[in-house]
């Protein structure tokens, strides 16, 4: 399923539940990070693509993340990724909100113009809000959480 919203008068996303866009880059993930899980914490199982355009400026302003969690119970949450991504990780740890599996960023774009490590930091942070959602994914209300998440 791909739903594709006009947030603002600026701010677009799309997101692909389940899918991929056909023009996304896989990647092989060859880092892993590994923290202890909260087994009462459960994400949404499978895989989510956000893209955003995120505000009118010339620099940071799309980005575009493939995820894919697939939950285990090993009572940890490892992360795989081939980026620099460590620092989300890190300061989500201290609330304790990981649950047990895995979670592989396949891949994803970002833009050419500026530094688009904010960019990319925002999306992912939308993106981990989203597999909180869980099963109640289909039926929230996404539009308002992107858009609050781009602020």
């Not at 008068?9 to 896989?26: A, F, G, Q, T, V």
């Not at 869980?134 to 209300?141: C, H, I, Q, V």
Request: net charge neutral; charged share 20%.
């Amino acid at each position: 399923m791909v739903k594709y919203e006009i947030l603002d008068s600026y701010r677009k996303m799309r997101l692909w539940i389940n899918e991929m866009p056909e023009e996304s880059n896989i990647i092989t993930s060859n880092k892993l990070l590994e923290f202890n899980a909260n087994d009462n914490i459960h994400w949404f199982n499978g895989i989510l693509c956000l893209e955003l355009r995120i505000a009118p400026r010339a620099a940071s302003n799309y980005a575009m993340l493939n995820l894919k969690f697939t939950e285990n119970q090993c009572s940890k949450f490892q992360v795989k990724y081939d980026s620099a991504m460590t620092q989300v990780f890190n300061e989500l740890d201290s609330q304790n909100i990981f649950p047990s599996g895995t979670l592989e960023i396949l891949g994803g774009r970002h833009g050419s113009v500026g530094s688009s490590n904010m960019a990319v930091k925002i999306v992912l942070w939308n993106l981990l809000k989203l597999f909180e959602l869980n099963e109640r994914l289909n039926a929230s209300d996404i539009h308002s959480l992107i858009l609050k998440g781009c602020k």
